[in-house]
């Protein structure tokens, strides 16, 4: 074998074997593949799950009902379940077996791409940010509204056009921080700027780690740049902040009268507590922007996109906004009286959403689902949300978006299980279970509070004569196309 060819001939054919061989001894083998399944042209079929992963997921979920099947990731299978009956499953799945964890851990391998996941900063989001909602809207409000001036430019009757995605993602990124960090670093253009640059470094460091042997990964993970840029550029801002409230925390012993009430703060006090660093905190501050900046606008550019698609819902809307605004004020409970704002969200997030895969775990261990299917132990398994969301069986005209479906609903207790955080089998854009996501209720009442305010100040209409444009779907991920323009133009309203 002095020829070098005869040596890559050699090589070619034990990976080939090899590869054949452990083809017919994993159990992945025998759940049906959409697209190519052979070993090496799988990579042709996770080239086509990037471009087309909505025809895979729903071709799938449809083939294989109440049942799974995997589709083709760059390096690896994932496994999708099928029917809102295999979604319950797999969500009640206990931890040790289909672990959220380590999914979302390998996924965005988030310890080396962003920060690592702390227990303590997902309490904070789900608990002291879902429970001081009510006194924090008003500082929400205000900002929108000087926000929605600044990113709306109108002169008086004129309609402007305003390219919808980008607005609404610097719209979050601002309102959001206002209640992570408050004034007036929510303001500050270069501590916004780094929201929107940040996932695409995310995305990098991700797409270098994958392609990492795993042993390899706890060496090359600290040495990828952009975490730590990251965090230190935040810190910037942030350290002289945190310097100064842990005095004044110092000072007033407890009787701090004007305490900002703000995620800052409590993940400041929640440090000195257990002991932990100005890290802990900045890190905690990434986190939440990281886990809400897209999600978050890509669901409210949704939303938005309908109402200049169909002007006509803007009348109900407004009726029901001006009558709940006109007794009860700009107030949480106000909120929670918008019937068909809520419907008109989770109708959009089911019909659009942000992902066509959620509820991520990942096998601790080999997992025999009650249909038969053997997950062997290290995969990926998802449920297929979009393809959930569009199923008859949960959904009559599933292909209908209906933005009023669940406001019409007759029983209150029924409305409030159909509200837009509230999540189900058949409803999973924010996960289900013990992990669904810890952000929607601050979510659910900054979307409602943006598109309340816009639903009355404006009227909107896309440029152009056609209507809402497609989503794009980048992977699973879904998009609404990111260049469309919407046209604007100011309004009286007593109560805006
Ligand atoms: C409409 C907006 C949002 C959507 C659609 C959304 C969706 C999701 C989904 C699907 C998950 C993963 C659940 C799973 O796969 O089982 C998740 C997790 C998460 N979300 Fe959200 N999210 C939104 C807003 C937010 C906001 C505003 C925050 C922060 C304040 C946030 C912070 C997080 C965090 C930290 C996690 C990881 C949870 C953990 O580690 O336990 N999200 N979100
Ligand atoms: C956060 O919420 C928890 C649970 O309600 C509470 O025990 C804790 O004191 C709160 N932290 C801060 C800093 O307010």
């Known amino acids: 074998m002095d020829n070098p060819i005869h040596l890559l001939y050699f090589f070619v054919s034990i990976i080939a074997l090899v590869a054949f061989v452990r083809r017919r001894h994993d159990p992945l083998n025998r759940i049906p593949a959409i697209g190519p399944s052979a070993p090496l042209v799988s990579y042709v079929g996770s080239y086509r799950y990037f471009h087309h992963a909505q025809e895979m997921l729903q071709e799938g979920y449809e083939k294989y009902r109440k049942s799974a ?7 690896q299978w994932a496994v999708v379940v099928s029917g809102s009956r295999m979604n319950e499953e797999l969500r009640k799945l206990p931890e040790e077996q289909m672990s959220f964890l380590a999914a979302a851990d390998e996924f965005m391998q988030l310890k080396y791409t962003i920060a690592p996941r702390h227990p ?17 809207l008003p500082d929400l409000i205000d900002e929108i509204r000087a926000a929605v001036q600044d990113m709306i430019p109108t002169h008086g009757a004129e309609w402007v056009s305003v390219t919808g995605l980008p607005m609404m993602t610097r719209l979050i990124a601002r309102v959001s921080n206002r209640a992570f960090v408050g004034l007036p670093t929510c303001r500050d253009s270069e501590y916004l700027d780094f929201f929107s640059q940040f996932p695409s470094d995310v995305v990098k460091g991700k797409a270098i780690l994958s392609m990492v042997p795993k042993p390899l990964k706890s060496l090359i993970g600290p040495l990828l740049p952009w975490s730590r840029r990251g965090l230190r550029r935040l810190a910037r801002h942030l350290k002289p902040i945190i310097e100064e409230r842990k005095k004044a925390l110092r000072e007033f012993e407890g009787n701090w009268v004007e305490k900002p009430n703000d995620m800052l703060m409590w993940l400041i006090e929640e440090a000195m507590v257990m002991g932990e660093s ?30 200049a698609g169909s002007p006509q819902y803007l009348q109900p809307l407004r009726e029901e906004i001006e009558g709940v605004i006109e007794s009860h004020g700009w107030t949480k409970q106000a909120l929670s009286m918008l019937w068909k704002l809520d419907s008109f969200m989770r109708e959009s997030q089911r019909f659009n959403g942000v992902s066509g895969t959620s ?49 019409k609903i007759k029983e209150e207790s029924e409305r409030v299980k159909r509200q837009f955080v509230s999540t189900a089998p058949d409803y999973v854009p924010f996960g289900h279970g013990k992990y669904a996501c810890p952000g929607r209720f601050f979510a659910s009442t900054e979307l409602k509070a943006i598109l309340a305010h816009i639903i009355l100040c404006y009227d909107m209409k896309f440029e152009g004569a056609g209507g809402r444009p497609d989503n794009v779907w980048v992977g699973p991920a879904i998009i609404p196309a990111p260049k469309a323009k919407i046209m604007f133009r100011r309004r009286r309203s007593k109560n805006a």
């Open 69 to 75: 099947f995997r589709v083709p990731l760059w390096n």
């Open 120 to 136: 303590v900063h997902v309490k904070t989001m789900r608990e002291n940010l879902t429970r001081n909602m009510a006194t924090l």
């Open 278 to 307: 100005t890290e802990f905190i900045v890190q905690g501050i990434l986190s939440a922007n990281f886990g809400s900046t897209h999600t978050s606008s890509i669901s409210v550019t949704h939303a938005l996109y309908h109402l």
């Open 359 to 407: 509820i991520m775990r990942k096998a601790l261990s080999d997992v025999t689902l009650s249909d038969g299917t053997r997950i062997p132990a290290g995969t990926f398994v998802y449920a297929a949300a979009a393809a959930t969301h569009r199923d008859e069986e949960n959904y009559d005209n599933p292909n209908v978006f209906d933005p009023f479906r669940f406001s």
